[in-house]
């Protein structure tokens, strides 16, 4: 395999948009190839990441309209990932593996979501079509749901009381915002503190509102070049040094919902690759679409013993200045959660941070640094650790 | 292949009051609900099995923020049944109000109500539901 870099990064402001999800990508994708000192002919595939396009827009098939607003060339073939909230992750980790391989030297990959625009029941109903349709999404179980009920077996299995799992969930809450004020392009660019969090209103027991992230407008996308023709484009490529991906079926079958199974396949792939361990990750962006989620993910990695995570923002030990920081960015919680931008965001932080220029929410001397989306279910994971 | 147990005789099963699922003949493990192959040796040699209706509660939550078409709150929960395997369903008769963490461990019995069916799906359906024993 051939080594492969990040060049230029972007994404749009998170929030609630007016923006299309074609002008959203289009904002992104064109602030990354010029970021790259390229041109858009200059591309030659884009791996383009949208969930939910036929819901918010009455739109599928959106590649190749993206395309042309990108004034992609026609002989560049532009393709859709969709892999739940892990889409642009796996867009890039597929770019990553065509350039690796040698079929591209350039290649676009990101994402757009516009789902503010369906008003939350219709959110809620279509986010739940990434269950198991026949057994899961039947009983009306909906994406707060399966984080409450791992939050429950959390507390279970490792007898941590209920309310003193909540106070330490709120806390990665407060954590996010906390380093999401730092974030211009967050949706939430406000701190909160724990009350904030444990006065909110019950979305699934035990998740009340300020536990799970928002439904937001965005879009992100990154260019994925041969590292040496990166060197030659600019001063900062920043490189992939390993990468995972993993599959996990309906929950029901994965029954201990305390472990991602597919979190600890991806992630033993993309060390190895990378010839790295936990100790040697500086920072990192990881899937916190609920706060438990944050917790489980941290355990995933080998950052803590399984069962020990859980109070990690409380000690500060994830904040900014901390042993290990986790989600500068602010995380889905604040930063936002576009599901089919994100992967494209959370790389768009780690490249800035790995170039130092993430301003006052930089990680002092950041040199490796992970990337985790988790899709569905715990159904897909996608790992990407960068280096400078 | 053949699919020796499908979403829709499944579904008549519950229709029936019977628990449809598939006995491995190869490992003895009862797959429920069903799928192409055992759960625990991936062996397609199964048979049709009618499980004993009984299980012990994993997990739970209380949906308060409905999908649309839907009408909070309600439980969603997941069990083991006695044969082994784990399932997502119900818990009934149990004001959502009261449910809290004494409900994981406890023991519950088997059965399915109707769901009403949306834009999205062929029809109203079975679901599995939970009841406290
Ligand atoms: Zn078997």
Known sequence: ?388 | MDYKLTYDQFQQGLERGELLGLKCNTCNSVTFPPMTRCRECNGTDLKITEIAGEGTMRTFTVIRVAPEGMTAPYIVAMAEIDEGAWVMGNLVDLNPDDADMNLIGKRVTLGSHVVKGDTYSHGDFRVITFSLI
């Open chain 1, 1 to 388: 395999m051939r080594q492969v870099a990040i060049l230029g990064v972007a994404m749009t402001k998170f929030g609630v948009s007016e923006k299309t999800n074609l002008e959203m990508f289009a904002e992104a994708g064109l602030e990354a190839i010029a970021q790259s000192n390229l041109e858009p002919k200059d591309m030659e595939a884009l791996y383009f990441g949208n969930c939910l396009g036929d819901f918010e827009e009455g739109q599928m098939h959106m590649a190749p309209f993206a395309h042309a607003e990108l004034g992609l060339p026609v002989s560049v073939p532009a393709t859709r990932f969709e892999s739940a909230c892990a889409t642009a992750t796996v867009a890039i980790r597929h770019a990553a593996l065509l350039v690796g391989a040698g079929v591209y030297d350039m290649v676009l990959a990101g994402g757009t979501e516009r789902a503010c625009a369906m008003g939350t029941p219709l959110a809620t109903r279509t986010f739940a079509m990434g269950h198991h349709a026949q057994y899961e999404s039947t009983a009306g179980l909906t994406f707060p749901g399966v984080f409450a009920m791992a939050a429950h077996m959390y507390s279970e299995k490792y007898d941590v009381p209920l309310k003193e799992l909540k106070q330490n969930m709120a806390e990665v809450a407060v954590k996010n915002h906390y380093h999401g004020a730092m974030n211009p392009k967050a949706h939430f660019q406000k701190e909160i503190d724990v009350n904030t969090v444990l006065d909110g209103m019950m979305v699934a027991d035990p998740l009340q509102l300020f536990d799970c992230c928002p439904f937001s407008d965005g879009a992100a996308a990154v260019v994925v070049a041969e590292a040496g023709k990166a060197r030659e484009l600019v001063n900062k490529p920043v490189y992939i040094a390993g990468m995972g991906q993993a599959s996990g079926g309906p929950l029901y079958l994965q029954k201990d919902l305390s472990r991602v199974m597919a979190r600890e396949a991806s992630i033993a792939q993309a060390y190895k690759e990378a010839g790295v361990g936990p100790d040697d990750i500086d920072v990192v962006e990881l899937h916190d679409c609920f706060t438990i989620a944050e917790i489980l993910a941290l355990e995933s990695f080998g950052f803590y013993e399984f069962g020990k995570a859980y109070d990690a923002a409380t000690k500060r030990e994830t904040y900014l200045g901390g042993k290990l920081v986790v989600n500068p960015s602010g995380g889905l919680k604040a930063k936002g959660h576009p599901i089919g931008a994100t992967g494209a965001a959370q790389v768009t932080e780690i490249v800035e941070q790995l170039r130092e220029e993430s301003g006052p929410r930089q990680v002092e001397g950041a040199r490796v640094g992970l990337v985790d989306t988790l899709g569905g279910d715990f159904g897909t994971i996608c790992n990407i650790i960068l280096r400078s």
